[in-house]
């Protein structure tokens, strides 16, 4: 089974060899990866990999899956992700929706929404960036 680093690595080499586009087929499972040349605004953000995080540190999250962008869950009445909200390492941020069913993307790290890369609604493919959060200090 295929991972995000493993899909990364695919895309990576697309690029390289100056390809746009691969699709695998394998026991009636499909998938393809299109590479985008020029990534979106933002897309840029240093990845926090363990590392203690600065205030000054971005760290980028990317869509995990295929569906709508959901800032909040329908069902619940908390207020819809916006920039400068805090989230805490592992708290719901955004979902993404697809056949009915609500899927959640989780802040990988304690900090502030610095900005919003995506807006409700938006359909959103595996690896999308979706927001950046500011790290918070560490005291």
Do not use: W
Request: with cysteine; hydrophobic share 45%; charged share 20%.
């Amino acid at each position: 089974m295929m991972n995000h680093a493993d899909i990364s690595r695919i895309a990576e080499q697309l690029r390289a060899c100056g390809m746009q586009a691969i699709e695998l087929h394998s026991a009636g499972t499909r998938l393809r990866i299109v590479t985008r040349q020029h990534a979106p605004q933002g897309a840029q953000a240093p990845l926090a990999q363990g590392l203690p995080l600065s205030p000054e540190a971005l760290t980028l999250v990317r869509s995990s899956g295929l569906g709508v962008l959901r800032l909040r869950h329908p069902a619940q009445s908390q207020a819809p992700l916006a920039v400068g909200m805090r989230l805490d390492k592992g708290a719901p941020a955004v979902y993404l929706e697809s056949r009915g069913i609500f899927k959640s993307i989780a802040a990988p790290v304690d900090g502030d929404v610095a900005e919003l890369l995506v807006a409700e609604g938006d359909k959103v493919d595996f690896g999308r960036p979706l927001f950046t959060l500011r790290g918070v200090a560490q005291s």
